[in-house]
């Protein structure tokens, strides 16, 4: 032992025996940031209420009362009083398409508009100010909010667009409608022969309508110039200021393009990147993935990859989900298989490669046989590879056959559900499917009833990125024409909660991440919200009117409802 070393423990001598008070209030450091006077809804059930956390660095470094926390303060520490307001962990958006909800913040908007008029109207103002070469995409356009509810064609708009390309798509992302100065840039004539998956919609006479269906949308994304890198890296600089004021603090991107990583890892290494990421590529892109040998959640605390995402069907508005039995108003159109699913083998090679080269498998799967189907190769998985921790997903998970929630809880598949579309859903879908399927669609509480684990999102730029609205719509089930206010099959509803649970913890497990976030407590980032409102206390109807005050992520303050942005 040197003297250095015999002089240290000297030191540590005299402060276990002589001095413990001192030397444990010296030797800790200082908070960064402490907020107190709070109501902190934790999720973390060893503490599950407090009123007072502590920041250090990147994480939280203690969760308890005033008196805990104040121990924390040091001269140096930012103290906010939070006013008793409450305080949750930062919402983990599961299933989000990050860079086309940032296009949609600046895109034609057409959902709203509530005739066939309206939407022309606004395309045309649209055309008039779009430079020439460049195409009219997005909208989300809704025709069941018209009266009578046709599906738009393309002679609506033509004479308002004569030289802009247009192909404005569904607000479900399964459709769209083509102007002629688009399908003549695609090439597509009455001839065109439907694609695998898709559909060309043709009218009386033959001719084709504009509207095309899943597969056949690629017709057009194809000849769409895609975005240049700086292009893109606006977009999701937007998405990113939005998704911090609505209190998003992690999101999940779904069919993430390699174009789309590389603007996240430029803003990463920018250190501009406030929300928390974990891209999931197209499931076509497996080879790539399965030759870097990363397996799932590989990266860091703001960018991960190592998800995959694939499709089983469409979807229940476009009469494209894959149902058992035919959908009641649609002759015997009973949906029809992604054409991943052409054939399924194509499908199940694809999962068997993914899942060898650990990497997790998020499926959209919506009709009840295609959730099925899906159930069918999750377990031809677990049977060739073990059983090991993969987090295997269904996303939406809309439309259950009753004989398959057992076998989800007993697969261990995540559901990965966006409770907007419930409430959304909920308008129409009794007609489109009967009483008894639509029982069983959105059953957020027979997933919980059978221990399946949920995970919540909202499918963004598909419904509104927004949280609150989000927690009112699993809380309430009040369908958005008002006509259940009551709940639509209220049976179905969560507690404010279970909601919350599923949107923080429920989320982060569904990314392998809950032992980095989804709580508040000790040693996990300290991504939070504070809300203008308890949510456990107001009305539920209220709940879709709280607003975010403040977002934190790893104690960084990325958003402030009072104007003082960091
Ligand atoms: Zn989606």
Request: glycine letters at 8%; aromatic letters at 8%; proline letters at 5%.
């Amino acid at each position: 032992m040197n003297r250095r070393n015999r002089f240290s423990w000297f030191l540590v001598l005299v402060c276990c025996l002589l001095l413990p008070k001192w030397s444990q209030a010296q030797s800790r450091p200082a908070a960064d940031l402490i907020i107190t006077n709070a109501k902190v809804w934790t999720v973390d059930k060893s503490l599950p209420l407090a009123e007072a956390v502590a920041v250090l660095g990147d994480r939280f470094v203690a969760v308890g009362s005033h008196a805990d926390i104040d121990a924390w303060r040091g001269p140096h520490t930012q103290v906010i009083d939070a006013g008793g307001k409450l305080i949750l962990p930062g919402f983990n958006d599961a299933h989000v398409h990050f860079v086309s909800g940032g296009m949609q913040l600046t895109n034609v908007q057409l959902n709203d508009a509530s005739t066939p008029e309206e939407f022309a109207r606004r395309i045309g103002e649209r055309a008039k100010v779009t430079p020439k070469g460049e195409w009219i995409v997005g909208g989300n356009w809704d025709e069941t909010k018209w009266n009578p509810p046709n599906m738009p064609t393309k002679e609506l708009i033509d004479s308002l667009t004569p030289d802009t390309p247009v192909f404005v798509s569904r607000y479900d992302g399964h459709m769209g409608l083509a102007n002629s100065a688009a399908l003549r840039l695609a090439g597509i004539t009455a001839e065109t022969p439907d694609p695998p998956g898709g559909t060309i919609v043709h009218d009386a006479h033959g001719d084709v309508t504009g509207a095309l269906k899943d597969a056949a949308t690629g017709y057009i994304d194809r000849v769409i110039p895609p975005l240049t890198h700086e292009q893109r890296l606006q977009i999701v600089k937007r998405a990113l200021a939005y998704a911090a004021s609505v209190g998003v603090t992690s999101a999940q991107h779904m069919v993430a393009s390699y174009e789309d990583i590389a603007v996240y890892s430029e803003l990463l290494l920018r250190g501009e990147l406030t929300t928390r990421i974990y891209a999931a590529p197209s499931i076509t892109h497996v080879d790539d993935l399965a030759k870097l040998g990363i397996g799932h959640a590989f990266g860091g605390p703001y960018l991960r990859v190592g998800a995959l995402k694939a499709f089983a069907d469409g979807s229940l508005g476009s009469g494209t989900a894959f149902f058992y039995e035919p959908f009641l108003n649609q002759g015997n159109n009973r949906g029809l298989l992604s054409d991943e699913m052409h054939p399924i083998s194509l499908m199940r090679d694809r999962y068997m490669k993914a899942d060898a080269a650990g990497l997790q498998i998020c499926t959209h799967a919506i009709g009840d046989e295609g959730i099925s189907t899906i159930l069918d190769l999750y377990a031809e998985i677990i049977a060739a590879h073990g059983e090991i921790d993969r987090r295997l997903r269904i996303e939406h998970a809309q439309h259950m056959a009753a004989k398959d929630f057992e076998r989800f809880a007993q697969l261990r598949v995540i559901a990965s559900v966006q409770p907007y579309h419930a409430i959304d859903d909920g308008r129409f879908a009794v007609s489109h499917i009967g009483h008894d399927r639509a029982s069983r669609t959105y059953a957020f509480r027979t997933f919980l009833d059978h221990g399946v684990r949920l995970a919540f999102g909202t499918d963004w730029e598909v419904a509104p990125l927004a949280p609150l609205l989000t927690i009112y719509a699993a809380v309430t089930r009040a369908t958005l024409d008002g006509k259940n206010p009551g709940g639509w099959f209220p049976e179905q509803q969560l507690a404010v909660a279970e909601a919350v649970e599923a949107y923080t913890i429920g989320s982060a497990y569904a990314e392998f991440q809950d032992k980095e976030k989804g709580t508040i407590a000790a040693g996990k980032l300290a991504d939070m919200v504070l809300l203008s409102e308890d949510i456990f206390s107001i009305p539920p109807e209220k709940i879709r009117e709280v607003r975010i005050l403040k977002t934190f992520v790893g104690g960084k303050l990325v958003f402030d409802a009072a104007g003082t942005h960091h």
